[in-house]
């Protein structure tokens, strides 16, 4: 598992000269040199070199490897890995599915910071443009990810949704203040790479998990709200985070999950579910 220290994870710059976009119709629509989403109307792209993180299952050690690609104004951070592997190494692997920032698979780390690849445009990034998988997650091959550690951190109480039942009526948000929904998260696993206790507790269950618990509170359900302030008041849970705010400003769908967190310890205290058994760690 990549690691990030705990020193650059606090209160880090933004992503410099980083640009995001309301992505245009792909290139696999559009039918114009698709792969670095450069059409014949732009003016004449630009090489960038992408120095992208590499590993596979057996390797000694993971590696940066290079890659010059053609980018124009238009071309996104995943275009330019879409035109590696088709162009240059085939090998390269990683995750992507919707081109607008609606599924979350793309996340990972572009010159530091988390971005989602589909909508970072390359062009703003500099001459030289590093690419690696999120943080605070097992690798299992060059950008991927093991998101089946993220969803696991999840409460149990949030359930699944199966294609064999009828959807549950939503509950009205009458009394709720800011209503805002966390079906917004898009699962991308930004947050946690963000997050720098995540960096240094493998037992933390991370700001998505308990943002989701805090929303289950909002609008239960007929979720037992004491199960969930129970599950969230573990030496592990709410207490455990460090209010740094790397999350909330990590995530792409204004989930705010730091706030949630606070909201969260907000009802823990006054059910005096408090930060006295929490063990440092």
Known sequence: MRRRDLPEARHRPPLQHAERHHAPPHGVLRGDRAETGVSAADPLPTTRRFRVYRYKRGDPGWRFDPFEVPVGPRTTVLDALRWIQLHRDRTLALRHSCFHASCGTCGMQVNGREALACVTLANPLGSTITVEPLA??????????????????????????????????????????????????????????????????????????????????????????????????????????????????????????????????????????????????
């Open 136 to 281: 605070n997650i097992p690798v299992l091959t060059d950008l991927v990810v093991d998101m089946g550690q993220v969803f696991a951190r999840f409460p149990d109480e949030i359930g699944t949704v199966r294609m064999s039942e009828k959807p549950s009526r939503a509950s009205p948000p009458d009394g709720i203040d800011t209503y805002e929904r966390f079906e917004d998260c898009i699962e991308c696993g930004l947050c946690l790479s963000a997050c720098p206790v995540s960096a240094t507790s493998d037992a933390y269950v991370g700001p998505a998990a308990l943002a989701a618990a805090q929303r289950l509170l909002e609008e239960p359900r007929g979720v037992d709200p004491e199960r969930i302030l129970d599950w969230a008041g573990d030496p592990a849970g709410a207490w455990r985070c460090h209010a740094a705010f790397e999350c909330t400003e990590a995530c792409p769908s204004n989930v705010r999950p730091a706030e949630r967190i606070m909201a969260l310890r907000g009802a823990l205290a006054a059910g005096r579910r408090t930060v006295a058994t929490v063990t440092p760690g």
